[in-house]
């Protein structure tokens, strides 16, 4: 169990000391329906709680040769539906939320977000993805987040080793993980963040840009562009690229992109080194492909009709990107 720094509480009730439902009893007394919950002896036992840092998480999947799936997510529906998937596969993972998100969902989610990392059976970290000055990263840190990026790929490599060793030693100080991005991940579409043209990570630029800055893990480019790609546009993941990188930097790597790539490609990456990978359109493209069939019914109406198997659809996806990453049943090594 990697050490971390909160703790839960959870309430049990001695099941001996609840009297039992009367079945089939057919007055109107409240305790024929409700167990007779105040003559139950309550029990509290401290457990640790599965809401770790970044750093915490990654570094077991180092450890253990296997990439976290970081989900992206801003609706709250979705965000239950990724608990589930990952508790039921046995999978760590990390809730992913971009700042274009937040705003769409708002900071009032977090406290929600936090009570169901504590309860949750398997480790998680919450995560500010491309996080883009230092004013984000600092609301997401007093928000709750455990682990915040600080994307500056697109500046030049001084300005960018400026900023994130300024995030990096406000995280620090509060005992909160960073990860930064080195090299530029391509952009495939209009709804894909912010990547310009691949700029491959330059192996030397990428020991320099850790030791100057301190961050705790760190995206590269080897190939990977945000969005779906266009039918006539073939991925390719250089995989030497990445296996020199890691051999002089053995922190955890981040793959950004991940949507679209070829499962062997995937495969390879995870094998070589590669211990976060951010998926962000595959499950949203599977959420609203079936939200599009639902709706085909124009009678329908209720988010709590429309959006199960919306959810379900999406979680077929998310379970296979856990078991492609091999974090399948890795929770039991935190
Ligand atoms: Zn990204």
Do not use: W
């Amino acid at each position: 169990m990697v050490p971390c720094r909160y703790t839960r509480r959870t309430v049990g009730v001695i099941a001996d000391a609840i009297a039992p439902i009367s079945v089939g009893s057919t007055t109107n007394d409240r305790e024929s329906i409700h167990p007779r919950r105040n003559s139950a002896q309550l029990i509290e036992e401290e457990v640790p709680s599965m809401l770790l840092t970044g750093k915490d998480l990654l570094a077991v999947a180092n450890a253990n040769n296997f990439a976290v799936p970081a989900f992206n997510v801003s609706d709250y529906a979705m965000l239950n539906g990724l608990f589930a998937i990952s508790e039921e596969r046995e999978s760590p993972f990390i809730i992913a939320i971009h700042p274009d998100e937040l705003s769409h969902i708002g900071v009032d989610i977090l406290p929600a977000i936090i009570q169901k990392a504590h309860r949750s059976s398997v480790p998680v970290a919450i995560h500010l993805d491309h996080g883009a000055t230092y004013e984000q990263v600092l609301t997401a840190i007093q928000s709750g987040f455990t682990s915040v990026m600080l994307d500056a790929s697109l500046t030049p490599f001084d300005d960018n080793v400026a900023i994130v060793k300024k995030v990096a030693d406000a995280a620090h100080a509060v005992g909160l993980s960073v990860e930064a991005e080195l090299g530029t991940i391509g952009k495939l579409d209009e709804e894909a963040e912010e990547g310009g043209e691949i700029i491959y990570t330059v192996p030397a630029d990428a020991v320099r840009f850790v030791e100057l800055t301190g961050t705790d893990s760190l995206a590269i480019a080897i190939g990977t562009s945000h969005g779906l790609y266009p039918a006539n546009l073939k991925p390719e993941l250089k995989i030497d690229l990445l296996k020199e990188i890691k051999a002089l930097l053995p922190i955890p790597l981040v793959l950004h992109g991940g949507s679209g790539n070829p499962d062997e490609e995937i495969a390879k990456a995870v094998a070589n080194g590669i211990n976060k990978i951010n998926i962000s359109s595959d499950i949203k493209a599977s959420y609203h492909k079936k939200m599009r069939e639902v709706l085909a019914d124009l009678s329908m109406r209720e988010p709590n009709t429309i959006q199960p198997p919306c959810i379900e659809a999406m979680k077929v996806t998310a379970a296979e990107k856990i078991d492609l990453f091999q974090a399948a049943g890795k929770a039991r090594l935190y």
